[in-house]
């Protein structure tokens, strides 16, 4: 698809998928195309209509990846006061029919919503473990689905 995000830092990368009679297969990470350095992995299912977010991070980078099953609604919004895209918001659809991973560094909100009836699924590579090492640290989380705030998945 090639879409390219406007907000300075966000990577999105169009994925392939090589098909053979086993099935196919899809890289979803390379060190050698990317400068993040995953601490850690999870895969994540989303039912129909349901969000997850919108949340952003003080020192995380988050890197998804997005092949299916389903799609998603990806919402992301520059939070960083002194970056060129201040404010700037996109939408894209992700997932089944658009393979992408999309790389989200720290200060820029972001959430995205299940668009598929049979639910949609992710995965995450993160630079940073949750919680820290051994699940003793603060979470680097500021949530905003909770709040009054101008950050909203419909």
Same mark, same amino acid.
């Given at each position: 698809m =090639?879409?390219?995000?406007?907000?300075?830092?966000?990577?999105?990368?169009?994925?392939?998928q090589?098909?053979?009679? %086993?099935?196919?297969?899809?890289?979803?990470?390379r060190?050698? $195309?990317?400068?993040?350095?995953?601490?850690?992995?999870?895969?994540?299912?989303?039912?129909?209509n349901?969000?997850?977010?919108?949340?952003?991070?003080?020192?995380?980078?988050?890197?998804?990846?997005?092949?299916?099953?389903?799609?998603f $609604?990806l919402?992301?919004?520059d #939070? %960083?006061?002194?970056? &060129?895209?201040f404010?700037?918001?996109?939408?894209?659809?992700? =997932?089944?029919?658009n393979?992408?991973?999309?790389?989200?560094? &720290?200060?820029v909100?972001?959430?995205?919503?299940?668009?598929?009836?049979?639910?949609?699924?992710?995965? #995450?590579? &993160?630079?940073?473990?949750?919680?820290?090492? #051994?699940?003793?640290?603060?979470?680097d989380?500021?949530?905003?689905?909770?709040?009054?705030?101008?950050?909203?998945?419909?």
């Amino acid at each position: 698809m =090639g879409q390219k995000s406007e907000i300075q830092g966000v990577i999105i990368k169009e994925l392939k998928q090589w098909d053979d009679d %086993r099935g196919y297969l899809i890289e979803t990470f390379r060190e050698d $195309e990317t400068s993040i350095k995953p601490a850690m992995s999870y895969v994540s299912h989303t039912n129909y209509n349901t969000s997850r977010g919108p949340h952003e991070h003080a020192s995380q980078s988050d890197m998804f990846v997005f092949v299916g099953y389903g799609d998603f $609604e990806l919402y992301l919004w520059d #939070n %960083r006061k002194l970056s &060129p895209t201040f404010k700037k918001a996109e939408k894209f659809t992700v =997932g089944e029919s658009n393979k992408v991973a999309v790389i989200v560094p &720290p200060g820029v909100v972001h959430g995205y919503k299940s668009i598929s009836e049979k639910g949609s699924l992710s995965l #995450n590579y &993160p630079d940073k473990l949750y919680a820290g090492k #051994n699940k003793k640290e603060e979470v680097d989380e500021i949530r905003h689905e909770d709040s009054d705030s101008e950050f909203k998945i419909p």
